[in-house]
């Protein structure tokens, strides 16, 4: 598929497509791509956010025209980004005790 020129459009769209990412990488727990496909999700949103207020409202107007998006799919990658930092950090706080013992 090829980008569209409208910005709009281009945004609302790689949202949509990160977002189905996103929500199709969390159902395999044993996906090594939950990070990078939550990430993309999160560059997704904020390239929607930045668009000027009447692209913004009109990105919001063409993904509510197609509704693709779960209604709960931001709530679901949001905890699942919470619980990954969570993970990682636990792993790190190992790591370092790890390295402070002699």
Known sequence: MTK???????AALEYEFATHDAIANLQNRKSPTQVSACLR???ALL????LPESEHRRAGDFL????????E????????MMRLDAA???AECRYAKTQTKH
């Open 88 to 90: 990682a950090m636990a």
């Open 4 to 10: 569209p020129k409208d910005p709009a459009i281009a």
């Open 73 to 80: 799919a931001r709530r679901i990658i949001t905890d699942a």
């Open 64 to 71: 509510a025209m197609r509704g693709k998006i779960p209604l």
């Open 47 to 50: 390239q929607l956010e930045a």
């Open 41 to 43: 999700w999160a560059d």
